[in-house]
């Protein structure tokens, strides 16, 4: 509820009586608010903004994003936060909120895993690595630099659970997570992630989490025996090694890679035969073999 008594009164007058209905100009009431306004804040400048969109636009361009760059912003909120991201080119990426309403740490978590695994370099390369090891080194990806840094994050992350684990229960047990690691193999496998590595994403894992939880809970509500939960959960592991396989022998056989595969030993032989092949060539021969026009000069 606003609250307008007779001071507001008089400076809306003022205003009006000075004729001066812009910002613009010097010694302006705008300007003697934004001067005062950033003493009180205890800042060297402060502007106004003629809307909130406008205000989040000058905001995220004084920070420097603009086209192709990703903005973090929540599920509920007013069309004019999406807007102001468009304002400057950039890209609103939106994720889900908790109950305080605001943005869900864990969105934040699983957005910038995203972000880690498809938008930047390591995240190639560690796709790379796990769908073709040798294939990867071939491109030059520093394979056992990739390994290196991801046991790293994942001792790293292990410590983050710890502190996490003494936060919570105020005391520390090392084998309270013992037999979780066919459930987290689960979670992963029932995402998408297959097993032999090179595919799989962190919002697949977090609807693999969910619907894991799910049949959790389904389970206890329907009464099942405890063991009944293990047993599916290594059912699902074993049928989602089945189908990867399954999928990948398909891939392989199928008619856009029919011919095409080769391991990497006879595919780099076959580029080194090449390369012999076109060393004793004339030029016009050279460029007709790997598919380029041309005449020969004088």
């Known amino acids: 509820m606003y609250i307008v008594g007779e001071e507001e009164i ?25 001067e005062r306004y950033a003493h009180y804040l205890g800042c060297k400048h402060f ?25 973090v912003i929540p599920a509920h909120t007013y069309m004019a936060t999406a807007t102001s991201v468009l304002a400057v080119g950039a890209i609103p990426i939106i994720v889900d909120i908790d109950e305080s309403l605001t943005i869900d740490p864990a969105a934040i978590e699983a957005a910038l895993g995203t972000f880690l695994l ?30 290196i840094v991801l046991f790293m994050l994942t001792s790293a992350l292990g410590a983050v659970a710890g502190v996490i684990q003494v936060a919570r229960f105020s005391s520390v047990d090392a084998l309270r997570g013992e037999g979780m690691e066919l459930q987290a193999v689960a979670v992963t496998v029932i995402g998408g992630t297959l097993l032999s590595g090179g595919y799989g994403s962190v919002v697949g894992t977090i609807l693999g989490a969910i619907t894991f939880g799910m049949i959790q809970v389904g389970l206890v509500l329907a ?12 059912a699902i592991v074993v049928g989602a090694a089945i189908l990867n396989t399954t999928v990948a022998r398909r891939m392989a056989s199928s008619k856009p890679l029919a011919g095409f595969r080769r391991s990497s030993e006879a595919a780099d032989a076959a580029i080194a035969a090449g390369v012999t092949d076109l060393a004793g060539a004339d030029p016009d021969e050279r460029m007709a073999r790997v598919g380029i026009p041309g005449e020969r000069g004088p």
């Open 118 to 147: 498809s938008r930047t370099r390591f995240g190639n390369w560690a796709q790379a690595r796990g769908q073709n090891e040798q294939a990867a080194r071939n491109l030059g990806v520093p394979v056992d630099y990739v390994i």
């Open 10 to 34: 008089e400076a809306l007058a003022r205003v009006i009586r000075s004729g001066a209905l812009f910002r613009y100009g010097k010694e302006s009431e705008c300007d003697r608010f934004e």
């Open 47 to 71: 502007a106004l903004a003629a809307s909130g969109s406008n205000a989040l636009a000058a905001a995220m361009t004084a920070a420097g994003l603009g086209p192709g760059d990703e903005v």
């Open 223 to 234: 009464g099942a025996p405890g063991h009944f939960f293990k047993t599916l959960t290594g």
